[in-house]
């Protein structure tokens, strides 16, 4: 298995670049000070439960047909949880 090293200032400039790397097989190990992290793709069938995974499924089936608040901003976001 390959893998490459980057900081954390290579990972922020091209987080798509490294996810893709992940994903396809790559450990992504990244640097903070002395810390070390490895990026790796998370097999959501085996951690999730089957009503965890039936949950996530609405909401995308959800947001899909708009039926979604979109909050761009962490104002909104916290106005709009302080009004549910």
Do not use: W
Not at 15 to 27: I, M, N, R, V, W
Not at 57 to 83: D, P
């Amino acid at each position: 298995m390959a893998a490459i090293e980057i900081t954390t200032s290579e990972f922020r400039k091209n987080q798509k670049k490294f996810f893709d790397l992940a994903a396809k097989g790559t450990s992504v190990i990244i640097y903070r000070g002395k810390e070390l992290f490895k990026i790796s793709p998370v097999d959501t069938q085996r951690i999730l439960d089957d009503e965890t995974m039936a949950q996530i499924e609405e909401s995308r089936e959800q947001a899909a047909r708009g039926e979604a608040t979109v909050c761009k901003t962490y104002e909104e976001s916290v106005k709009h949880l302080n009004s549910i």
